[in-house]
């Protein structure tokens, strides 16, 4: 079963960068089915419920090496953030004038 290894990325509405681990989580496509009584998706895998975190992208590749898991590494990519204060809102050299 294959896993992937990936860096969560933080929710749009908050600007915090508290998703810092990584995580191995296994694939859960595979091995869902629909329960022809309720309709519902069920799973005989337990695996597909399994997300392990890592501090570092290093120590999920290693733990996924030693366990003889398949894997892929998904890089995130990092986001440029533009630093601004409230008062730049009020500028003279704004381009478009504030207005309510």
Not at 16 to 45: V, Y
Not at 88 to 100: A, C, E, I, L, M
């Amino acid at each position: 079963m294959l896993a992937k290894i990936y860096k969560p990325v933080p929710s749009a509405m908050t600007s915090g960068r508290s998703k810092q681990n990584w995580i191995l989580e296994f694939d859960k496509s595979l091995s869902a089915t629909i329960d022809p009584l309720t309709g519902t998706k069920r799973s005989k895998n337990i695996m597909t419920q399994v997300n392990l975190e890592f501090k570092s992208r290093d120590e999920a590749i290693t733990y996924a090496k030693m366990n003889n898991i398949p894997h892929r590494v998904i890089e995130r990519q990092e986001v440029n953030r533009i630093k601004r204060s409230y008062a730049d809102n009020f500028s003279f050299d704004r381009k478009v004038p504030w207005t309510h």
